[in-house]
Structures are given as structure tokens and as C-alpha cells.
């Protein structure tokens, strides 16, 4: 299966983090296949003085979608995630399932495609970047004609290779 990520982070040496995370998902989930630019955004949802870094991955996976979230769960708590109890926060390093193949699934622990990615120009960016025509199995439309009807007027900026 093909599978869509995001990192996220904006606490400590997020590039590093983010090579360091990469690795593991090399090593855990599967082959990465792609990598989006960096991408520099405020922060969504809440305020922090320290922006975020974003970059999406294209993973091929054999894991089920679950034992995918337990996973990336694992991997984000190996490099020093604390979750909090806001939804919102800080953090070292986030993992979002983004898209699993043409995957629709809801359950209690996971949503695919997530639940808010057409919302965040932070996700759009690298994701138009890697796949512009990729077709959203639920709404029916390009990642580019997402990124046009995106309302979020946040600050994202992709950063030089």
C-alpha cells in the first residue's frame, strides 16, 4: 500500500528530527518512496512563538492501517513526543496518516484520509508538491483544486533544498 505522511515539529533540531524519524520509517513501516521540500508554517490551532516545520513522505507499507498508527505512535514516542492534553501543542515530532491508498476508513483511533488535511495549507503545500493530481477518495477532488478552496490563511513557506 501507499501511504501519505506528515511531519511535523517545532521543538528542538527539527531537521535532524525529522532525518532521524525518516529513518525509522524506513526501518518500520517501509519504503520511502518520496519526500516533499521542508515547509516552514505558523502554528495551527493554537500559538507558540516557535514556527513549525512540515514535510510530507510517501511510504509503501504492508502494515494494516492500525498496526500503521501503533507504528508511527511507537516511533514518535522514540523520539521524545509528549503528548499533552491539548490536541493542539508543541512538539518534537507528530506523525499524521494522511492518506492510505484510496483507503475510507473511520474508527475510534484512526481516520482515513485524516480528518482536517483539506483545512491546512501546511499539509496541502508538500502534498501538491509530490502528487498534485492525487484524487481525495472522499472528496472527490485534486489535491490542487484542494489547495485553491483552502480558506487557511496561515503562514506556510517552502524552504530550500
Known amino acids: 500500500m501507499k501511504v501519505y505522511l506528515l511531519l511535523g515539529g517545532n521543538i528542538g533540531d527539527t531537521k535532524s528530527l525529522f532525518a ?9 513501516v ?7 521540500s521542508l515547509y516552514e508554517s505558523e502554528p495551527w490551532g493554537f500559538e507558540h512563538e516557535q514556527n ?17 498508527l501503533d507504528t508511527t505512535q511507537q516511533i514518535e514516542k522514540e523520539m521524545g513526543r509528549v503528548r499533552k492534553k ?11 496518516i494522511l492518506f492510505y491508498d ?13 480528518l482536517m488535511l483539506h483545512q491546512r495549507m ?3 503545500e508538500p502534498l501538491v508538491e509530490l502528487s498534485p493530481n492525487f484524487i481525495h477518495p472522499k472528496k472527490q477532488k485534486t489535491l490542487v483544486e484542494l489547495l485553491h478552496e ?7 513557506k517552502r524552504l530550500a533544498d
Open 20 to 28: 532521524q524519524t525518516i529513518k525509522l520509517i524506513q526501518t518500520e
Open 30 to 36: 517501509g519504503d520511502v518512496v518520496q519526500k516533499s
Open 52 to 68: 513549525f516545520l512540515n514535510q510530507v513522505v510517501i511510504v509503501e507499507t504492508m502494515l494494516e492501517p492500525i498496526n500503521l
Open 86 to 96: 491539548s490536541q493542539y501543542s508543541e512538539r518534537t515530532i507528530d506523525v499524521d
Open 102 to 114: 484510496n483507503l475510507v476508513m473511520e474508527s475510534e483511533r484512526l481516520t482515513i484520509p485524516h
Open 122 to 124: 501546511f499539509t496541502l
Open 150 to 156: 483552502c480558506s487557511d490563511k496561515l503562514f506556510v
